[in-house]
């Protein structure tokens, strides 16, 4: 098989849930299992399929103008957290409130997603893999927070 023609089959583990008691990883029955030991940890990141921008024209899309800092430069999407890409999979380093193997959620403390987003992944947020010391950002983002705001960042109704 040519490599460069290999397709990959993704299926949701789970979906997101915003309510108004908080924001919800409703995980499927049979991947609950999983959840065991997540507890223990402060930070999970949840990776999920943008399916709101998920069509044929917005896979095309390359390049933008991104919608933060001060004059961005037309940029490519690898150059950006935008939702519209050849794959759109997202990625949020959610803050752990609550596991509930009973029922089979993790209550996070802030997620960037719609409500009934496909969950596709979580992993144990570790600091010595997931951070970095000396990151380096292009200039024009440079005023944004060095970490995210304990308020969240105003996004789909927090």
């Not at 919800?24 to 943008?50: C, G, R």
């Not at 940029?75 to 990625?91: D, K, S």
């Not at 209550?107 to 010391?133: E, Q, S």
């Amino acid at each position: 098989m040519n490599e460069t023609n290999k397709e990959f089959s993704i299926y949701p583990i789970g979906y997101v849930k915003r309510q108004e008691d908080g924001f919800f990883l409703k995980m499927k029955k049979d991947f609950i299992p999983a959840l065991k030991q997540l507890e223990h940890f402060s930070h999970a990141l949840v990776f999920w399929w943008a399916d709101k921008n998920d069509n044929a024209e917005k896979r095309k899309l390359l390049q933008c103008t991104p919608p933060y800092g001060e004059n961005p430069p037309a940029t490519g999407v690898f150059a950006t957290r935008a939702e519209y890409r050849p794959n759109p999979i997202a990625l949020t380093t959610a803050e752990i409130q609550e596991v509930n193997y009973e029922q089979g959620y993790v209550k996070v403390k802030n997620i960037d997603a719609f409500d009934g987003t496909p969950i596709i992944d979580l992993k144990a947020y570790f600091p010595v893999c997931d951070r970095v010391k000396d990151a380096k950002i292009p200039s024009w983002i440079q005023g944004w927070p060095e970490w995210f705001p304990e308020e969240g960042m105003g996004i789909f109704g927090e």
